[in-house]
């Protein structure tokens, strides 16, 4: 409820006073911002009073909370203020055509708005935490993914070399040097032959293929491995007696005796580039 007095042109005394009510919400309906329903509206005018409303946006209107300053005295530094800038420009017209500045006194009103907890609540959100934790996670699973994948890729590659490694071991201990090698050439050419010809084999062809237990046709058809020497020295050599202190023995000894012998006939044999064709118990053939 405004009052403003009217003045005598002559005398300047009060004759009379013109009385307005207005709606607060009828002047601030226009600039409800979003989210204002979450603030608190102080409205303060210069004879000494301040009302606190709250904005109702589904009704766009006021709700009066109570007389003085009720807000939140946490959120005193989150504040916007501002003048009632159409009634200072009446007022100030007023004043310009009839009396002097100086005996128009009158209620100046402003506005302060002061943000809330509900306020705070709507702009503060759990989400770059969740978003945190759930790249975090993802992040954790991929790591172990690829930690496991390495670690089995890894054991398959030691068994890998393990058994290449003990077979490698197994084909030196059986065939010299240039039979090993002519072996590995043709397990590699027959690789990649039996490669190109499953590749280019039909599904069904394919998998009678992998399921057959019968040996490879090549392995018949396939040619030796043979050198031919025209002059060459057999020796055949045999323990005497071998026999009869076996049966007299413990396998365990008779292993250990062999196994000393053959090794130092073989440490001599591989320097002086003698081939050892083949070992029955005692007896040995070697080729010069």
Request: overall charge negative; proline content about 4%; aromatic content about 14%.
């Given at each position: 409820m405004?009052y403003?007095?009217?003045?005598a042109?002559?005398?300047?005394a009060i ?6 009510e ?15 329903d ?7 005018n ?7 409303f709250n904005i ?8 009066f909370?109570?007389e ?6 946490s ?7 501002s003048t ?11 004043a ?13 009103y402003k ?11 709507a ?12 790249t975090?996670v ?5 790591s172990?993914v ?10 398959r590659?030691?068994?890998?070399m ?12 059986l ?8 072996l590995?050439?043709?397990?590699q050419?027959?690789?990649s032959?039996e490669k190109k ?13 992998f399921l ?11 040619e030796p491995?043979?050198d ?6 057999i020796?055949?050599?045999?323990i ?6 076996s049966?007299?023995r ?16 073989d440490?001599?044999?591989k320097?002086l580039g ?12 070697v080729?010069?």
């Amino acid at each position: 409820m405004l009052y403003y007095p009217v003045f005598a042109p002559d005398t300047g005394a009060i004759v009379g006073s013109v009385t307005m009510e207005l709606l607060w919400s009828t002047f601030l309906s226009a600039v409800y911002p979003p989210q204002s329903d979450k603030v608190d509206l102080i409205v303060e005018n210069s004879c000494g009073q301040n009302f606190t409303f709250n904005i109702d946006l589904v009704s766009e209107s006021m709700s009066f909370i109570g007389e003085g300053d009720l807000h939140d005295r946490s959120y005193s530094n989150l504040v916007h203020s501002s003048t009632f800038e159409k009634y200072e420009q009446i007022v100030d017209f007023a004043a310009t055509v009839s009396r002097n500045q100086s005996t128009l006194e009158y209620c100046r009103y402003k506005f302060h708005v002061f943000a809330t907890e509900e306020f705070e609540d709507a702009f503060t959100s759990n989400d770059p935490l969740i978003y945190a934790i759930i790249t975090g996670v993802i992040f954790i699973f991929t790591s172990l993914v690829f930690v496991s994948y390495d670690f089995i890729v890894d054991r398959r590659q030691k068994k890998v070399m393990g058994a290449a490694t003990r077979t490698n071991d197994i084909v030196a201990e059986l065939f010299p040097k240039e039979v090993r090698e002519r072996l590995y050439e043709r397990a590699q050419e027959q690789k990649s032959s039996e490669k190109k010809g499953f590749l280019a084999q039909p599904t069904k062809t394919q998998m009678q293929n992998f399921l057959s237990d019968d040996l490879p046709q090549d392995v018949f058809g396939s040619e030796p491995i043979a050198d031919f020497f025209p002059q060459a020295t057999i020796m055949f050599l045999d323990i005497a007696g071998f026999t009869a202190w076996s049966s007299e023995r413990e396998p365990v000894q008779v292993f250990r005796l062999l196994e000393t012998i053959y090794g130092a006939f073989d440490g001599v044999a591989k320097g002086l580039g003698v081939f050892k064709v083949e070992t029955i118990v005692s007896l040995q053939a070697v080729c010069f």
